[in-house]
Every structure is written in C-alpha cells, then in structure tokens.
C-alpha cells in the first residue's frame, strides 16, 4: 500500500519554528516531483513548496519564501519542510503530496496524485 505520512505539525507561538516530516512507504518516490500544500478554514488548498525529483530544484509561494525551507532525502523516502518565522496566517492543515513519475514540479493541487493525511499547524500570536 502506497502511503505519505506527515507528521511534526503542532502549537507554536508567532516567530517559533516546526519542523515537518512527509514519510513515503510502498514504494519509492525517488522519480517523483513533491510538495507541500496547506488549507485553511473556508480556503481552498494552496501551494507552499516543491521540489523536483531529478535536479532537487525547489520552488516556493511567495508567501512562505525565504521563512520555509523544503528537502528531500531519496535515501529516507522522506520530504521535509522546515519553517521559521511562523505567523499566525501560517495556521493550516498541511499536506505532502506526490506527483506521478517523471513530472516536474507543479503548482496546481490536482496533479499529485498522491497524498498524505495532513498535519496541524496552529500558530498563536
């Protein structure tokens, strides 16, 4: 069974950091583009970052750069996303999800097909 566990979301105070974690497991997701997506109450979901699966080129929304950092390790079959400087509109359901091999990344949430379950991120100010 081809699953993507996040983990690592919680309560931190604004100007605190988290540290996520996206967990592949049934098979490798060396060949596939990842990404973070959140979705907050009454919103649709969004996209925070990617990264690609051959050259490890990462791509952010402008709303997270230079706060929120995404890696992969291919050797983990692990995706992280590493955020700092929280703000309270960081506050979101954060999701991984997969492409299907081969793509590159995208920004549009309909084409990973591929997801995680989603992690809490509340962020009190």
């Known amino acids: 069974q081809v699953q993507l566990v996040e983990s690592g979301g919680g309560l931190v105070q604004a100007g605190g950091s988290l540290r996520l974690s996206c967990a592949a497991s049934?098979?490798?997701?060396?060949?596939?583009?990842m990404g973070w997506f959140r979705q907050a109450p009454g919103k649709e979901r969004e996209f925070v970052a990617g990264?690609?699966?051959?050259?490890?080129?990462?791509y952010y929304a402008d709303s997270v750069k230079g706060r929120f950092t995404i890696s992969r390790d291919n050797a983990k079959n692990t995706v992280y996303l590493q955020m700092n400087s929280l703000k309270a509109e960081d506050t979101a359901v954060y999701y991984c999800a997969a492409t299907p091999a081969y793509f590159s990344v995208r920004f549009n949430p309909s084409e990973y097909d591929t997801w995680g379950q989603g992690t809490q991120v509340t962020v009190s100010s």
């Open positions: 049934g098979r490798t997701f060396s060949r596939n583009a």
């Open positions: 990264i690609s699966w051959s050259t490890g080129r990462t």
